[in-house]
């Protein structure tokens, strides 16, 4: 199975500023086809989790701008530009390149300082 | 109205059975690979169960041999038919589409206690 790994797992931030979250893979993620099927997702408080960002860098519809995915390989990195109130929650990554079974990170809580 | 709803949970006994469904609106859910994810109380996600639009199925090791996915596309709804429940099956259960997990339902808590 590939495990994924988030760093780190809780991250306070100062409102306005920007935050970064990583996450690696066991494994490379580079699946046959060329694609990359790493994404990540946010779950607020009392709700269901939401994807953003899906194949590394492709952001869904109604996704701020703020949100950026990078990486390739084994190393990911979700990015915040100017964190707000909303972007308050546990962000989690996963990947589908290697599957079953489909794996989650451990999740990184997100807390305004 | 929210394109995918859960229903079916509750409080079970250890060894008991339940089924969860998933009703799907506005989108062609014929087309689509569905699947089961949970989140035990205060934890992380867990992948359980994908079914693609051909009906194949796949399976978390916890999981299998006990619970088995299904969808009826003529009623739109995806399954889950829980059997053998244990005390680590305690989760809120979320639908989601496709394996990517494009769009989530708003999940329903199973308890399994005496």
């Known amino acids: 199975d590939v495990v994924m790994t988030q760093s780190p797992l809780s991250l306070p931030v100062t409102l306005g500023q920007p935050a970064s979250i990583s996450c690696r893979s066991s494994?490379?993620?580079?699946?046959?086809?060329?694609?990359?099927?790493l994404s990540w997702f946010l779950q607020r408080p009392g709700q269901s989790p939401r994807r953003l960002i899906y194949?590394?860098?492709d952001r869904d519809s109604g996704v701020p701008d703020r949100f950026s995915g990078s990486g390739s390989g084994t190393d990911f990195t979700l990015k915040i530009s100017r964190v707000e109130a909303e972007d308050v929650g546990i962000y989690y990554c996963?990947?589908?390149?290697?599957?079953?079974?489909?794996?989650f990170g451990q999740g990184t809580r997100l807390e305004i300082k | 109205e929210a394109p995918l709803l859960e229903s079916g949970g509750g409080l079970v006994q250890p060894g008991g059975s339940l089924t969860l469904s998933c009703a799907a609106s506005?989108?062609?859910?014929?087309?689509?690979?569905m699947t089961w994810v949970r989140q035990a109380p205060g934890k992380g996600l867990e992948w359980v169960s994908t079914?693609?639009?051909?009906?194949?199925?796949d399976y978390a090791d916890s999981v299998k041999g006990r619970f088995t996915i299904s969808r009826d596309n003529s009623k739109n709804t995806l399954y889950l038919q829980m059997n053998s429940l244990r005390a680590e099956d305690t989760a809120t259960y979320y639908c989601?589409?496709?394996?990517?997990?494009?769009?989530w339902g708003q999940g329903t808590l199973v308890t399994v206690s005496s």
């Open positions: 494994q490379s993620l580079v699946y046959s086809d060329g694609n990359t099927y």
């Open positions: 079914i693609g639009d051909n009906f194949i199925a």
């Open positions: 989601a589409t496709q394996a990517g997990l494009d769009f």
């Open positions: 506005r989108f062609m859910f014929s087309n689509y690979a």
């Open positions: 996963m990947q589908g390149s290697y599957w079953p079974p489909i794996t």
């Open positions: 194949k590394v860098s």
